[in-house]
C-alpha cells in the first residue's frame, strides 16, 4: 500500500506547484509472474511518451487484486519472484487509485484501457469514468476533477473501428512471420465476451488475411468461434498447412493462455489442435510486450491530450 501512496504524493512538487496531469492504466491484470512484464512494458511506453504526467496502474479484476495483496505478505513468494515492483503487490482499483490521486489535489486525469475490444470490463469501466465526469459540486471550483476522460481500448469502438483494426495489424506482424518461419497456420486466442457483441474480431480476421493470406485465424475463450471451432475453420481451409502456432490475442499471456490454450486438460485448444492430427507450437508471450501494440494505447492517450492541455492553461490562467 505504501508504495502507490508514496507515489501519488510525490506527484506535488517540492515548491508547492499545482500536482500533474495524471494517467490511470486501467488492465485486467494477471496472476501469472511472467506476464507481468507485459503490462509494465506497456507503463513504460506511456511513461516515455508522456513525461509531464504521473502515470499509475490499476487492475479491475477483483480476484487478481485479492491475490497481489496476500503475496505482499507472503516472504517466500517475493523471494522467489525479486523481480516483482512494489506498485503490483500494492496495486488498486481503477475506482481507488483515482480516488487516491484525487485527495492529493485536482488534476485533469486520463484513463487508458489496457483491454483489447469494448467487452464487459471496458464498459464497467466507462461508466464509471463517465459517472466521475459528471459528478457537479455547487461551487465549478470544486469539483473533484477539473476534467477526467477515458482512452479506447486496443480496438477502438464499434463504431469507426477500421483505423485501430490496421493498427493492430501491423502490429500483429511479427506473430504472422513466426508462423511463416515455422510452416504454420496462426492460430489466435482472443477472450471475448458471450453477451456482447464481438464481431470486431470477425473484422480483424478479415483485415489480417487481406495483408497477410489466408491462414490466419481468431477463435475466442467466451464466445464464438470456440476452439473447436477453429480446429474446424482450419481443416476446411483449401492447402492449410498441418502444423499451427498458437498465441494470445491478449494483452497478457495469463491464466487462459497458461491453461485454455496451452494447457494439459484435453480441451485446450493445444489438445485439440493435437487431437485433430496437427502439430502444434505456442507463442507463450502477451500483445503487451509488443511494444507496436503498446504503442496503440499511447495513440489513443494522444487523442485526448489536447483537452488536458486546455484544461491545464485554463486553471493556470485562474
Not at 20 to 30: C, M, N, R, S, W
Not at 52 to 78: C, K, M, P
Not at 116 to 145: I, Q
Amino acid at each position: 500500500m505504501m508504495a502507490l501512496l508514496t507515489g501519488v504524493q510525490q506527484v506535488r512538487g517540492s515548491d508547492g506547484d499545482a500536482p500533474k496531469p495524471a494517467i490511470v492504466l486501467a488492465a485486467f491484470g494477471t496472476t501469472e509472474v511472467g506476464a507481468v512484464d507485459s503490462i509494465l512494458n506497456i507503463k513504460r511506453r506511456v511513461e516515455a511518451a508522456f513525461p509531464g504526467y504521473d502515470v499509475h496502474l490499476a487492475f479491475t479484476s477483483n480476484i487478481i487484486r485479492g491475490i497481489w495483496r496476500e503475496r505482499a505478505t507472503d516472504a517466500e513468494f517475493q523471494r522467489d519472484n525479486p523481480g516483482i515492483p512494489a506498485e503490483i503487490y500494492c496495486v488498486r482499483s481503477a475506482m481507488a487509485t483515482l480516488g487516491l490521486l484525487q485527495d492529493t489535489g485536482r488534476r485533469p486525469i486520463l484513463v487508458q484501457s489496457l483491454h483489447v475490444t469494448d467487452g464487459e470490463e471496458y464498459t464497467d469501466l466507462e461508466n464509471l469514468v463517465k459517472t466521475l465526469a459528471n459528478y457537479d459540486t455547487m461551487k465549478p471550483r470544486l469539483k473533484p476533477f477539473p476534467w477526467i476522460g477515458l482512452g479506447q481500448p486496443a480496438l477502438g469502438l464499434q463504431d469507426g473501428v477500421e483505423a485501430n483494426l490496421n493498427r493492430a495489424a501491423a502490429a500483429i506482424e511479427p506473430l504472422w512471420r513466426e508462423a511463416q518461419a515455422k510452416g504454420a497456420a496462426l492460430v489466435l486466442m482472443a477472450h471475448g465476451n458471450e453477451h456482447l457483441n464481438q464481431n470486431v474480431f470477425a473484422k480483424l480476421e478479415t483485415i489480417l488475411r487481406q495483408k497477410y493470406g489466408s491462414t490466419i485465424f481468431i477463435g475466442t475463450v467466451e464466445a464464438e468461434p470456440l476452439g473447436e471451432d477453429v480446429v474446424k475453420a482450419v481443416q476446411a481451409t483449401a492447402n492449410a498447412p498441418k502444423k499451427v502456432l498458437l498465441a494470445p490475442l491478449m494483452v497478457v499471456a495469463g491464466d487462459h493462455t497458461v491453461n485454455d490454450m496451452a494447457g494439459e486438460d484435453e480441451d485446450s485448444w493445444v489438445n485439440l489442435f493435437k487431437a485433430a492430427g496437427f502439430e502444434v507450437d505456442t507463442h507463450l508471450v502477451g500483445l503487451g510486450s509488443n511494444s507496436s501494440w503498446a504503442d496503440i494505447y499511447v495513440e489513443h492517450l494522444k487523442a485526448l491530450e489536447p483537452q488536458v492541455m486546455a484544461t491545464v492553461r485554463q486553471g493556470a490562467a485562474e
